[in-house]
């Protein structure tokens, strides 16, 4: 199982499954056509309540990220996300704001906490 969650993080579980979903999807680790596990069985594997795993396939299916077959299974989209530029931004920005906080807090300079960002993407290979 690739996905693992922290219920003492602060962040709720659906959006901890949904970036984490997402961060396989653009690391390569998961790709189009590739079959997600089960509602029940996500729940079963994490010990975590099937409504929070359905809320995150419904996120990701709305998104674009996911799409499901009805008795069919859950897979991979084949397409990217269709979602305008401006709700890409308005969805990362908060992410970001965390980094820039987070940094901030450690005492890391603005150069540090761009330099990490980017280190990142390139570990992701650049991908726009």
């Given at each position: 199982?690739?996905?693992?969650?922290?219920?003492?993080?602060?962040?709720?579980?659906?959006?901890?499954?949904?970036?984490?979903?997402?961060?396989?999807?653009a690391?390569?680790?998961?790709?189009?056509?590739?079959?997600?596990?089960?509602?029940?069985?996500?729940?079963?594997d994490?010990?975590?309540?099937?409504?929070?795993?359905?809320?995150?396939?419904?996120?990701?299916?709305?998104?674009?990220?996911?799409?499901?077959?009805?008795?069919?299974?859950?897979?991979?989209?084949?397409?990217?996300?269709?979602?305008?530029?401006?709700?890409?931004?308005?969805?990362?920005?908060?992410?970001?704001?965390?980094?820039?906080?987070?940094?901030?807090?450690?005492?890391?300079?603005?150069?540090?906490?761009?330099?990490?960002v980017?280190?990142?993407?390139?570990?992701?290979?650049?991908?726009?």
């Amino acid at each position: 199982m690739f996905v693992h969650v922290n219920p003492s993080s602060g962040l709720p579980l659906y959006l901890q499954i949904e970036s984490q979903v997402k961060q396989a999807i653009a690391a390569g680790g998961l790709k189009p056509g590739d079959v997600l596990p089960s509602v029940r069985k996500m729940a079963a594997d994490l010990g975590i309540n099937p409504n929070t795993v359905a809320r995150t396939y419904q996120n990701l299916e709305r998104d674009g990220v996911i799409r499901t077959v009805p008795g069919g299974g859950t897979f991979v989209a084949d397409g990217q996300p269709g979602l305008l530029k401006t709700e890409k931004i308005k969805r990362l920005r908060p992410h970001a704001r965390q980094v820039a906080v987070e940094g901030a807090q450690m005492r890391l300079s603005r150069a540090e906490i761009l330099s990490l960002v980017e280190e990142e993407v390139d570990r992701l290979g650049g991908k726009p």
